[in-house]
Nanobody, 115 residues
Framework: QVLLVESGGGLVQPGGSLRLSCVVS????????MSWHRQAPGKEREFVAY?????????HYADAVKGRFTISRDNVKNTVYLEMNDLLPEDTAVYYC???????WGRGTQVTVSS
């Protein structure tokens, strides 16, 4: 059974930080490019960041988060992370991790940035 389980979301003030985690099981994690996406209320889901598989670890970010967010992975723990700093109210969304090539998605974790 394929599972992607996100955690680490919550309520944070503008300028604050959060670290999201996504624990994966049911497929060969280290071979897959992993990505984070988000969906704000009333908006379409959008790409946030990806990290390559096969020990490459090349990363790519959406312009809106570049310099503030960092994606990383631990192939021993089958976990992908999203470190989010200098959070803005417009970062408020449900954040999802995904392995796009096989089409696997998590259920998401809510991030709310508000004072």
């Amino acid at each position: 059974q394929v599972l992607l389980v996100e955690s680490g979301g919550g309520l944070v003030q503008p300028g604050g930080s959060l670290r999201l985690s996504c624990v994966v099981s049911g497929f060969t994690f280290r071979n897959q490019r992993m990505s984070w996406h988000r969906q704000a209320p009333g908006k379409e889901r959008e790409f946030v960041a990806y990290i390559a598989g096969f020990d490459d670890k090349t990363t790519h970010y959406a312009d809106a988060v570049k310099g503030r967010f960092t994606i990383s992975r631990d192939n021993v723990k089958n976990t992908v992370y999203l470190e989010m700093n200098d959070l803005l109210p417009e970062d408020t969304a449900v954040y999802y991790c995904a392995a796009l090539q096989p089409g696997y998605w998590g259920r998401g974790t809510q991030v709310t940035v508000s004072s």
